[in-house]
């Protein structure tokens, strides 16, 4: 089972920001969240990383308040474009190693 | 930086035939690769993880003898599905695992669409 949680879809018109917000209640001390972009018929890709506070990059911010048990991906303005599943993730150590297991994503719907 | 690839993009093949798919790290070593696939309108499910010189580690339910992996290299993972079946068909996509100074992340390749007819 994914360690993260997020909502199914969310829907947004172009220019506005969107906020997509994850729970990770059962983050340990050292994992690290990370965020994917994925379109249909591509592999994900990599939006932004962060550990705690806020993390900026040039295409979105990353927000983790102090008990780590959650975080917010930013998307500044977004466009058609932005239309894809967001994935949160936060790595899986069962069995010794670590992985990710992904969840079911954002699936952000972008309108005119 | 942080390129994945994977050949073939897409393929075709007859039922009972074996086809093998690679992973490659472009611009970095990878001593971990993982094997995804994915189903229509569903997220992605690990496979397994590959690891450079030893055995793939499977996920529970995934038939290692079926989907055999070899990490011969520090940038190279193979996947090959034996005696495909029409049940096979799906997208198959690769990850690698680059080592930074304070975290690891993982580099997606661009998947391989499978269709066994």
């Known amino acids: 089972l994914a360690k993260t949680t997020q909502p199914i879809s969310m829907d947004s018109y172009e220019g506005q920001e969107v906020n997509i917000t994850c729970s990770h209640n059962?983050?340990?001390?050292?994992?690290?969240i990370t965020w994917y972009q994925q379109f249909p018929s591509q592999g994900p890709r990599f939006i932004i990383q962060?550990?705690?506070t806020k993390v900026t990059n040039e295409v979105a911010s990353l927000f983790i308040p102090a008990d780590r048990k959650s975080s917010t991906l930013s998307l500044p303005r977004v466009s058609l474009s932005d239309t894809a599943v967001y994935y949160c993730l936060v790595e899986d150590e069962t069995g010794g190693y670590n992985k990710l297991i992904f969840g079911a994503g954002t699936r952000l719907a972008v309108h005119p | 930086g942080a390129v994945v690839s994977q050949h073939p993009s897409w393929v075709i093949c007859k039922s009972g035939t074996s086809v093998k798919i690679e992973c490659r790290s472009l611009?970095?070593?990878?001593?971990?690769m993982f094997w995804y696939r994915q189903f229509p309108k569903q997220s992605l499910m690990l496979m397994a993880t590959?690891?450079?010189?030893?055995?793939?580690?499977?996920e529970q339910g995934v038939e290692k003898d079926k989907f055999l992996i070899n990490h011969a290299s520090l940038t190279l993972s193979t996947l090959t599905v034996t005696s495909a079946h029409p049940e096979d068909s799906s997208f198959y996509i690769c990850?690698?695992?680059?080592?930074?100074?304070?975290?690891?992340?993982?580099?997606f390749g661009p998947g391989t669409r499978l269709t066994v007819l």
């Open positions: 962060g550990y705690k």
């Open positions: 059962n983050i340990a001390t050292n994992d690290y």
């Open positions: 611009d970095f070593q990878a001593t971990t």
């Open positions: 990850s690698a695992r680059r080592l930074a100074e304070s975290t690891d992340t993982q580099y």
């Open positions: 590959s690891n450079e010189g030893s055995k793939a580690t499977y």
